[in-house]
Each structure stands twice: as structure tokens, then as C-alpha cells.
Nanobody, 129 residues
């Protein structure tokens, strides 16, 4: 059975850093597109970043570009979201999402929105002083 396990969330002060992990269980993550979505209280869920299969292209929403980095460790079957210079508006529940068979062009043109086959349980990120 395919499973995603997220970790790495927590409470951090503005300007701090966190690294979110998304470990795949039961399948080879390398062959899947991976996205990170977030849901803030009272706000619409948004796609933060994504990466195409087999170390394909990456996409970042404008509010995190230059601060967040998405990458994979294929040996560990895990994807990561490195978040630096965190702001209070980065607060929310972060979800790892994967999709099999999505082309790189579709990943970019959809700005990660077409990555929606399997969702993790989410991890809370709170940025506050």
C-alpha cells in the first residue's frame, strides 16, 4: 500500500529555518512528481513548490521563491522542502502530494496543481515570535 509520511514541522521564530521531509513507503518516489501544498487557517489551500519525476524541473510560488528549496534523496526515497527566512505568513499545515505519470511540461504549466494522486497526513508549521 502506498504511503507518504511527512515530518519536520514545528514552531520557529521569524527568520528561522525548517526542513520538511516526505518519506515514501511502498513505491519508488523517484518516478513520481512531488508537490508541497499548504493550508493556512481561513485561507485557500495553495501549492508552494513541486518537482517533476526523475529530478525534473522545479516550480515555486512567488511568495517563497528564493527562500524555499525542494529536492529529493533518491537513495532515501524521500523528498524535502528546505524553508529559510520563514515569515509568519508561511504558517499552515504542509502536505506532501505525489502523482505518477505526469509530464514535466504539465507539472510546470499547472503550477503543481495537477499533482494530486496521493496525499500525506500533513505537518504543522508555525512561524511566530
Amino acid at each position: 500500500q502506498l504511503k507518504l509520511v511527512e515530518s519536520g514541522g514545528g514552531l520557529v521564530q521569524p527568520g528561522g529555518s525548517l526542513r520538511l521531509s516526505c518519506a515514501a513507503d511502498g513505491f519508488t518516489l523517484q518516478y513520481y512528481s512531488v508537490a508541497w501544498f499548504r493550508q493556512a487557517p481561513g485561507k485557500k489551500r495553495e501549492a508552494v513548490s513541486c518537482i517533476g519525476s526523475s529530478d525534473g524541473p522545479t516550480y515555486y510560488t512567488s511568495s517563497v521563491r528564493g527562500r524555499f528549496t525542494i529536492h529529493r534523496d533518491n537513495g532515501a526515497n524521500t523528498a524535502f522542502l528546505q524553508m529559510n527566512d520563514l515569515l509568519p505568513e508561511d504558517t499552515g499545515v504542509y502536505y506532501c502530494v505525489v502523482d505518477y505519470g505526469l509530464g514535466h511540461a504539465d507539472v510546470l504549466s499547472s503550477r503543481c496543481q495537477r499533482i494530486d494522486d496521493y496525499w500525506g497526513q500533513g505537518t504543522q508549521v508555525t512561524v511566530s515570535s
